[in-house]
């Protein structure tokens, strides 16, 4: 939110630092994440007074304008602009003034005739986008007076970052409430008369959709001219807010929201009929909205319709059918309040996101209504004039949302804030805030403001004392609880350990959301039900995530995007299954590789990371356990890994993990190329570790011998494995591969694999005829089990 110190010190005695205003503001819990000038930097321009005009001898397109400064005779000034006539006030920079940009403006000739200055356009001067035409000033200001100074030009704009349970400070008026209370100073609310009804017209209005819609507020103005400039002065305030102006009836309602919190809406009146409605919407009514595109109404969605369809989104965008036009004459105003379950989420649904839809969806003063509609008719009757009608007020009592009393117990207070604070100031700042407090026994009871939908219980209130005492008043304490340290599970390899061999490896932590695309993720894993967010944050982030790999994903996209040539990231988290209409929580480990094996360097040529690189990482973090060979990889894929590189990993028959490479077509769609590599681990099943114990060391020697045989291509070392450790029982001590070859002198279809058996007695010492028994009972085991034969 943007906002005007020069607008709000309207409504509140403000600070003279800035500095200090903003700090006090995002202690406050209104985090102010910059500041900037409300125009940019320009000096040299004043007020100038076109006194006379004629067409450029040399040039149809040029005016030569004789314009009085305030200094001495009128100038000559030649200019291009097609609005430019006497007796209009423009901003006129000097010979001598700077323009933003750096331009210096000089006395020069144009196409003979001399230019001793420039008429400028609000482009020119950094107030606008229109380069159309000059820029016109209020006939009011005085003829050679400072622009800057006049148009209060030198006024800060500050952004700030509210939260979203802070929908009553999103205008002027909420904000300077806050001040106020904070420096303890008064609230400048001004208290404008009603604008009496100058006709009996009506339009009628029904509430069919009570619960959504409790309070409508509408009137009917007659004779508008929608053809008349907004004033200057509007402009600017809305320019500053972030708005540009379309017109003084758009205006006027952009206007009173930024001012006072209520989303307004006017209509063009000969497009209703008969009525308004608040309902819901019918199967199958579309929309066409102000912004051009075409929605489909569904069933939960609130639409303000006339007698024959409707008429606008509520509380989202009006309908293009009944927007006001060049030509608008009468209007209809709409202020209304809209309950933030009705407006929230239907926006995104439709890819529309609008101030309005902002408010609604955090709450809007449900006493609001009147003074928003009678404010907005006082000003547009002044800019646009126009007959109003009375202002006509459609409530339905049960549904309007009433505030009850909330208790708040001292000792409470002083058990979450951490001190005693003195009764009298409690009352005091409760108070400030415009809430109604009584004593009670053990406390208070407080009733909030219409304008405080975010206080709900006691601890909403003691949230409210602690901001206001200051929470850098509140002194640092020692936990009044024994310091108990949690207990060492040895059978368990802790998250930290996983994480910290990760880093050892070189890999980097990541954060992620654990809302994700849906649409990247029902790409990555289409047979995986996902959880569906109802009111998402944004399209990107609708989905409750099914693995950690779509986080890193794009984490691994914004890297590249960043021009890393290497990159390894891991993450720890949570992941969301769906099973049988149950919702699980995993916890998982998971990593992305990238890039090449190594880091550059001048000792190792440089080669990209693949299957086998990764797996050695999975492998060192599943040595963690004490227990590796419980662990195997089983050749297997997902939809979204490479058919011929990826496996999955069981600990004895439970499956815990996968790793591969990214398929091809994801890694296109994606644009991630090349390959990069994942895994994922699920602690629950790989967390759990072998306890230490102590063994015997053998005394006597360990015997190698080599073994070379020749097996099916798809045979894995942990099916040898397990055959030669059946046989060789427990006089195997290791097993160590140490070749695989494929090529002459080995058929099609089939592999060489060569690895070393270390043979160990803790009783004897193992002759030849021990360790001859034991080869040729591996060799039959092998032949036996998988068809291997021995090779030469």
Known sequence: MKVSLEWLAEWVRLEADVGALAARL?????????RAPAAPPFAGVVVGEVIATERHPDADKLTVCRVADGEGAPISVVCGAPNARAGMKVPLARVGATLPGGITIKRTRLRGVESAGMLCSARELGLGDDADGLLELPAALETGADLRAVLALDDTVLEINLTPNRGDALSMLGLARELAVLAGTSLALPAPAPVPAGSHERLPVRLLAPAACARFAGRVIRGVDAGRPTPLWMRERLR???????????????????????????????????????????????????????????????????????????????????????????????????????????????????????????????????????????????????????????VDPAHVPQRVPIGLRRASLARLIGIAIPDERVEAMLGALGMAVSAAPVGWQVTPPSWRFDVLQEADLVEEVARLYGYNEIPELDLPIPQRPATVVEGEVGVLRFTLALVDRGYHEAITYTFVDAAVQRRLFPESAALQLSNPISAELAAMRVSLWPGLLKALGDNLRRQQARVRLF???????????????????????????????????????????????????????????????????????????????????????SIGELHPEVVRELDLAPAPLLFELELDITGPAALPRAQELSRFPSVRRDLAVVVEEHCTFSQLRESVTVVASSLLRELKLFDVYRGQGIESGRKSVAFGLILQDKSKTLTDADVDAVMTAVRRRLQQDLNATIRD
């Not at 995002?26 to 910059?34: D, I, Q, S, W």
């Not at 024959?308 to 209809?332: E, W």
């Not at 040529?605 to 356990?625: I, N, Q, S, Y």
């Open 571 to 657: 993450e720890h988290g949570a992941k969301f299954i769906m099973q049988d209409n149950d919702f699980k929580e995993i916890d998982c480990i998971a990593g992305v590789a990238w890039g090449a094996a190594l880091p550059e360097q001048w000792g190792a040529l440089k080669t990209p990371v693949d299957f086998h690189d990764v797996k050695g990482d999975v492998e060192a973090l599943l040595a963690l356990t004490g227990a590796p060979d419980e662990f195997r990889f089983v050749a297997g894929s997902q939809s979204c890994l490479h058919p011929g590189r990826a496996a999955r990993i069981y600990r004895g028959e439970r499956c815990c993990g």
């Open 240 to 394: 500053r807010a972030g708005l540009r102006s379309l017109g003084p009836l758009v205006d006027v309602t952009n206007y009173v929201m930024l001012e006072l919190g209520q989303p307004m809406h006017a209509y063009d009146l000969r497009r209703l009929q008969e009525r308004i409605d608040v309902r819901w919407a019918a199967a199958g009514e579309t929309l066409e909205l102000l912004d051009g595109s075409r929605v489909a109404l569904e069933a939960d969605m609130l639409v303000i319709a006339d007698a024959v369809a409707p008429v606008g989104l509520a509380g989202i965008m009006g309908g293009a059918k009944s927007g006001i036009a060049a030509d608008t004459a009468d209007v209809f105003l709409e202020s209304a309040w809209f309950a933030p379950d009705a407006v929230a989420g239907r926006g995104r649904r439709q890819g529309v996101l609008t101030d309005a839809s902002q408010r609604f969806e955090r709450g809007v003063d449900p006493a609001g209504q009147e003074r928003a509609i009678e404010r907005a008719t006082r000003l547009l009757v002044e800019i646009a004039g126009g007959v109003p009608g009375p202002v006509e007020l459609t």
């Open 26 to 34: 995002t202690m406050a819990g209104f985090e102010v994440e910059g």
